[in-house]
């Protein structure tokens, strides 16, 4: 029996090794580390007569045991509880109307889009003619004097119109039951059926934060030991050894309470595995070539929402021309494609165009945008905050790339993933109702939906409305625990905050009026206050 039992762990474990070993193979860092390994390989330092043993070696020295090693945590961590289960459950097939949710909105966002073009009298894509491609190469690191009028020009959608998206589904299999007050959101989705997690589970997971721990973000000014005269330089220190062993899951680790300004920018590379290379800096290039060939319409719909957006906030105008290169950049890049479209529940509707003027033939069409992201009122705010970690618009860019990737487009999307835009929102609600009944009975009685109140916060994760070192420690947290949980929670801790003078008021407006303004709102204490709380 023992046996039979050690040859299933072999077999599996050599399943699990031939899995890792394709699924390297499609990364982006694929190419240079094995050309870096191959180099090695053929160098002095691994001797024939002792390969295994010389190779191990040389590979510890030169660093690239540390690469393979974050390479599989960057694997381990696309496997990891923020992608859902390969083999769906009879839950998720229940859940199959949401994915036609997805389905019906990606089509109404492309009906609006063609409606634009046909009211403008734009193209969806074109060739740029010579001259305009000059121009825009010349103004490229000064985009803002680039003239454009984009005064017909309007935003496809905002978070207002996603949520009654989110509020029009409804479960076919949902049955009348007695009338009980509680939000449409919860009410459409009665029978959603991932966990959602209560506060106490929550609470051991963020324990850094529940058991009061020093973090920065509180007192950077409290002394922690003999060594260091404060916390703040404790952590500066400490933030230097984890980036000289350049291991990303010991950097994940240290984000859990806080990182210094100077080395943020460092660690948050190394945790999401987008540390710049040189085949990185050439496909970059390749980005902003494509933007100057081609013109598409989601250019006109980038500039708009970065003029209505970062350029009138006081935190941020001052990196409207560094915005202006991400996200045309970001429009252009098809790496983004295959990933959003493929985790989408929808299956990834995608549009194709045929360049104005061509005939419609293949090597005239392209996916359309080559992203498949079409921009919302407000989805520049998800790169603002890249300005203050990187001066290389090269480093902020694909840093950018990799957390949208990995959490923002979930914002965005309809799904029933259990960190999707859905399942956020079903926790504010049920946190909301089970630790502040106050609360949520004074928005019952004035029929106020409370996911209304905050929904802008969760879908924007708070940029735009946190000031930028506020938002850096939450996103931070994001990071460290690998999970958006901390948003509806942050949201709550926020309510119960202001919570006297919303007790006070009994108009959406007013409330509004009370939440307004969270620019001198202290992230991690307000956190630390909700997960302390019995």
């Not at 050599?14 to 050309?35: C, F, G, H, P, V």
């Not at 007192?219 to 060594?227: G, K």
Request: with cysteine.
């Amino acid at each position: 029996m023992s046996e039979n039992t050690e040859g299933s762990k072999e077999t599996a474990l050599k399943k699990s090794a031939e899995r890792l070993t394709e699924e390297i193979r499609s990364m982006t860092n694929y190419k240079s580390l094995y050309s870096e390994i191959q180099k090695l390989v053929a160098s002095t330092a691994v001797k024939r007569g002792d390969f295994r043993n010389t190779l191990m070696d040389a590979l510890k020295s030169n660093g690239l045991e540390t690469e393979i090693r974050n390479t599989v945590f960057h694997w381990a961590r696309s496997q990891s509880s923020l992608s859902p289960s390969s083999v769906p459950s009879a839950e998720e097939i229940d859940l199959s109307y949401l994915k036609k949710a997805q389905v019906q909105w990606e089509r109404r966002i492309q009906k609006s889009l063609n409606s634009t073009c046909n009211e403008l009298n734009v193209a969806l894509a074109r060739i740029r003619p010579r001259e305009e491609r000059d121009e825009l190469a010349e103004k490229w690191n000064e985009l803002s004097t680039y003239d454009i009028d984009l005064s017909q020009f309007r935003p496809l959608y905002a978070p207002k119109d996603f949520l009654d998206v989110l509020f029009a589904i409804r479960n076919p299999s949902f049955k009348k039951q007695p009338y009980i007050f509680i939000s449409l959101l919860s009410l459409s989705l009665n029978h959603f059926r991932q966990k959602i997690p209560r506060l106490k589970i929550i609470r051991r997971v963020y324990a850094e934060l529940a058991k009061g721990m020093p973090l920065l973000g509180v007192n950077p000014d409290m002394h922690t030991s003999e060594n260091h005269g404060n916390l703040e330089e404790e952590r500066i220190h400490l933030g230097e050894k984890v980036l000289r062993s350049n291991h990303a899951p010991i950097a994940q680790e240290f984000l859990k309470r806080g990182a210094p300004r100077s080395l943020r920018g460092h660690l948050w590379s190394l945790v999401l595995g987008s540390i710049v290379k040189k085949n990185d800096v050439e496909y970059y290039e390749e980005l902003k070539n494509m933007v100057l060939q081609y013109d598409i319409v989601i250019d006109n719909l980038i500039i708009k929402d970065v003029q209505l957006t970062a350029r009138n906030d006081d935190q941020y105008f001052v990196f409207e021309d560094v915005l202006y290169k991400t996200m045309l950049c970001f429009s252009r890049d098809s790496e983004v494609l295959a990933p959003v479209t493929t985790d989408r529940s929808a299956g990834g509707q995608v549009i194709h165009a045929v360049l104005q003027g061509k005939p419609a033939t293949l090597e005239n069409t392209l996916v359309f945008p080559p992203s498949g992201v079409i921009p919302f009122h407000g989805f520049t705010m998800y790169a603002t905050p890249f300005c203050y970690l990187y001066d290389d618009p090269c480093a902020m860019y694909f840093t950018f790339r990799a957390f949208y990737l990995r959490y923002w487009f979930r914002l965005h999307t309809v799904s029933n993933h259990e960190q999707g835009i859905v399942a956020l929102c079903l926790l504010f609600e049920r946190l909301l109702q089970c630790h502040e009944p106050l609360l949520w009975t004074h928005f019952r009685n004035f029929h106020i939906q409370p996911i209304k109140v905050v929904f802008k916060w969760i879908m924007r994760g708070f940029s735009g409305h946190l000031s930028p070192e506020q938002l850096l420690y939450l996103w931070d947290l994001i990071l460290g625990y690998d999970s958006l949980e901390i948003i509806p929670l942050l949201a709550i801790a926020i309510l119960s905050f202001r919570k006297e003078n919303l007790m006070q008021v009994n108009t959406f407006q007013s409330i509004e009026a009370v939440l307004a303004d969270l620019s001198s709102l202290k992230v991690i204490p307000l956190l630390q206050l909700a997960l302390l709380r019995e």
